[in-house]
């Protein structure tokens, strides 16, 4: 009978390779697309998305709604109008200011609310939020003096001063109430709308939008706000053509084909988003962001030269965007330059020490050269961020099994196999390191559970057959 030892040795030499690839067996990399949901980012769109400040800021003009009694204050009313319209926010203030005081004189109490309103809006413009709210709040006291359209407008304007601090709840009531009293008041709807997205209720944040258009069909920046939140919902079809819209009414509009270029790719139509990331680089050469998109879609249609390049302008315009690192590393690992790769993977690294897939990358490439111990290292790091990464366990278990430390290569593997049971590769690889313990039953169950998450499969069949026929044949000499 042969000796224990010599057993293992011929386990050892089971014609089976572990490979040193990242999950699925693929490519070592999984390209993170834009999903850094619209920056890591999630690229996305997380990505990257090109937007609007505020849809629709504070409105005064109060001049229209004054009565024909308010005669002597209509010169300075008008204008402070003329002032704000201006963006002269400070004295138009100043004015509105003054109207107020003449209004108290006068006792007219009308009066005294529409310039209330116009100094909250002044304030507002002069981001002096808290004071705005103080001041609306005042004129609210004045409501029941306001006709619907100038009520309608104080709302608006109260709810502008909410959104502007963050509070979209109280921001979304105003806004009711404005569109209560006055319908056809499409800044509040867009405003709305702008808040869901936000808060991501896409669906009514899209129906807000709508609205809007039917009021506004010709305002392109509606548009374009639907087309964010199509695309936030993952309706790049509708968000597509909502780009297309905005582009048509303004040809220049360079974060429209921005945003359309993300939709296009995300259609899967990498030519079409080419073309208008370029369009968006003619508009706009220090635009980073359509840079580095189009260099992921160039890395896509496998045209390597020219995403290098725009890898390289992205990081000029950014030098501490992390994620153009990452995809710079990936493109130098496909042009088998190793140490490059490796290098940027670092930066990403060090300009965000919580990015897991740079670790992951740079994990990869240390076992593909045989550092092992940065390998595991970079892996324990994905762990240590997200004690439920089973790529983290997954990759590590198989650099273990490199270095023959097979009961950590077990361990990791189990780890995978809890949190992912359906990982038909995990079971592969546990299988093929039970079989070098001289587990062989343990390894033939797990071979054959891989070949059934997994029929295609090819090595686990290959390598089920030999350790069946090792099995048998050692069965043999033991008899």
């Known amino acids: 009978m042969e000796s224990k030892e010599k057993i293992r040795n011929k386990i050892t030499n089971i014609k089976i390779i572990i490979l040193i690839v990242a999950i699925v067996g693929i490519a070592w990399f999984s390209i993170w697309i834009f999903g850094s949901k619209f920056q890591r980012t999630k690229i996305s769109m997380k990505e990257e998305k090109a937007e609007v400040e505020l849809p629709v800021s504070f409105q005064a003009n109060i001049l229209e709604f004054l009565s024909e009694e308010d005669d002597a204050l209509r010169s300075i009313i008008k204008k402070a109008d003329s002032l704000y319209n201006e963006e002269n926010y400070k004295r138009a203030e100043t004015l509105y200011s003054e109207a107020y005081s003449l209004s108290l004189k006068a006792k007219r109490d009308k009066t005294i609310g529409l310039t209330l309103i116009g100094i909250g809006s002044a304030k507002g413009r002069l981001k002096e939020h808290e004071k705005a709210i103080e001041t609306f709040n005042r004129a609210i006291e004045y409501k029941s003096l306001l006709d619907t359209i100038a009520l309608a407008r104080l709302y608006f304007n109260l709810g502008v001063s909410y959104q502007s601090l963050d509070k979209k709840d109280q921001a979304i009531g105003l806004y009711a109430e404005a ?37 506004q069909p010709n305002n392109h920046s509606i548009y374009f706000e639907r087309g964010l939140a199509y695309a936030d919902k993952g309706d790049f079809m509708h968000s597509e053509a909502d780009f297309k819209e905005v582009i048509k009414m303004n040809p220049d509009y360079y974060e429209a084909y921005y945003n359309r270029g993300i939709a296009c790719y995300k259609l899967k139509n990498v030519g079409e988003a080419i073309k208008n990331f370029t369009r968006a680089i003619k508009l706009n050469p220090a635009f980073a962001e359509a840079y580095y998109n189009r260099g992921i879609a160039y890395v896509d249609q496998g045209n390597l030269d020219s995403a290098l390049v725009d890898f390289n302008t992205a990081i000029e315009l950014r030098p501490k965007h992390s994620s153009s690192y990452y995809h710079r590393g990936n493109v130098y690992y496909r042009l088998k330059k190793e140490s490059n790769a490796i290098d940027d993977l670092s930066t990403a690294i060090k300009l965000d020490p919580t990015f897991s897939e740079a670790y992951k990358g740079r994990g990869l490439l240390y076992s593909y050269k045989g550092e092992t111990d940065k390998a595991i290292s970079d892996f324990g790091s994905m762990i240590k961020l997200n004690l439920e990464n089973f790529e983290g366990y997954y990759n590590r278990g198989i650099t273990y099994g490199k270095i023959r430390q097979y009961d950590k290569a077990v361990s990791d593997f189990n780890q995978t196999i809890l949190l992912e049971p359906k990982f038909a590769d995990a079971y592969f690889y546990r299988g093929i390191t039970y079989g070098r313990k001289g587990e062989l039953e343990k390894a033939i169950a797990d071979l054959k559970k891989a070949i059934a998450l997994n029929p295609e499969l090819v090595e686990a069949e290959k390598s089920l057959e030999e350790i069946i026929k090792l099995k048998r044949d050692l069965e043999k000499q033991a008899g």
């Not at 009293?181 to 405003?191: E, G, H, K, M």
């Not at 991501?200 to 609205?211: G, N, P, W």
């Open 179 to 215: 569109i209560i009293l006055n319908p056809d008041l499409y800044s509040a709807y867009f405003n709305r709308g702008y808040i869901f997205r936000k808060k991501e209720d896409y669906d009514k944040a899209i129906a807000d939008y709508s609205k809007a258009i039917d009021m």
